[in-house]
């Protein structure tokens, strides 16, 4: 497959809201903002994804709003928030709100939408949602992105920009249509092997609703590594690929940014050629 990577490339972090205080959870962003991290992520669970099961945890809503504030010109977003957890309506409202909160100094919003279907049991169970099935959880996202656009459309005041949305998941019948349908950014989990196959499967959703694949931003989970051991084989293949949007997850007790600075100077290497 030849390389769809036309726009710079940029990297993530995702600081996972668990087994940390808020104020190291808070300083941490402003640590990456500082060394020039593109994106900034949290997620929208109820309780811990690993480690102790009842450990600490925020949830992600209220801590984007604070991120909003306190930071200038990172973009920041959930990775993913959970369809089922708010009306879409609501939902619609507090990203436009989050966004405005983010517009500093005439500038435009900062929020970038991620959204995906919900998968995390417990979350469901303990606040009382109707976990149901994988499909039913994937056909309500699909109802639900329309009236999320509908009502960005109609509040007053309108977001700043049009907020991009981020869809992650690769579900290959429903969610990669839903990418195709809505999506600016898709975020993919897989591997290099199954990314490749799964941009072909999303290119021919694409295909099928009229869609310009090359709208589409292309965003990856990077792997862990230890700070002057990064190996960019990985990264170089999915850049070939298409993808320009590489995310590395930090998680506490140790909410440690260094592994970040090799990313970022191979991004900056990328982004001379």
């Given at each position: 497959m030849t390389s769809e990577a036309t726009r710079p490339v940029r990297i993530g972090v995702q600081v996972a809201p668990q087994h940390s205080t808020y104020t190291e959870i808070r300083d941490t962003v402003t640590k990456l903002e500082?060394?020039?991290?593109d994106v900034v992520f949290n997620w929208?669970?109820?309780?811990?994804?690993s480690g102790e099961p009842d450990g600490l945890h925020f949830e992600g809503w209220s801590m984007l709003a604070a991120?909003?504030?306190?930071?200038?010109?990172?973009?920041?977003?959930?990775?993913?928030?959970?369809?089922?957890?708010r009306n879409?309506?609501?939902?619609?409202?507090?990203?436009?709100?989050?966004d405005h909160i983010s517009a500093k100094n005439g500038a435009e919003g900062r929020l970038i939408f991620g959204i995906g279907s919900g998968w995390f049991e417990r979350d469901y169970d303990?606040?009382?949602?109707?976990f149901g099935t994988a499909g039913q959880r994937l056909d309500a996202l699909s109802e639900a992105l329309p009236r999320i656009e509908s009502r960005w459309a109609k509040l007053n005041p309108a977001p700043t920009r049009k907020i991009p949305v981020l869809i992650g998941g690769g579900?290959?019948?429903?969610?990669l249509r839903i990418v195709a349908?809505?999506?600016?950014?898709?975020?993919?989990?897989?591997?290099?092997?199954?990314?490749?196959?799964?941009?072909?499967?999303?290119?021919?959703?694409?295909?099928?609703?009229?869609?310009?694949?090359?709208?589409?931003?292309i965003s990856t989970g990077t792997r862990p590594?230890?700070?002057?051991?990064?190996?960019?084989?990985?990264?170089?293949?999915?850049?070939?690929?298409?993808?320009?949007?590489?995310?590395?997850?930090?998680?506490?007790?140790?909410?440690?940014?260094?592994?970040v600075i090799d990313l970022l100077a191979w991004r900056d290497e990328v982004n001379a050629r």
């Open positions: 500082e060394l020039g991290v929208d669970h109820f309780y811990p994804l991120w909003a504030e306190q930071t200038t010109s990172i973009q920041f977003g959930p990775l993913v928030t959970c369809n089922s957890y879409p309506d609501l939902l619609a409202d507090m990203a436009r709100t989050v303990e606040y009382g949602y109707e579900g290959e019948k429903k969610t349908q809505h999506a600016d950014i898709w975020h993919s989990f897989a591997d290099t092997e199954t990314l490749e196959r799964k941009l072909g499967i999303l290119r021919g959703h694409c295909e099928a609703v009229g869609r310009d694949f090359g709208d589409i931003e590594h230890t700070p002057g051991s990064l190996d960019p084989s990985d990264l170089e293949q999915q850049l070939g690929l298409g993808a320009t949007l590489f995310t590395l997850g930090i998680t506490g007790p140790d909410l440690d940014p260094s592994p």
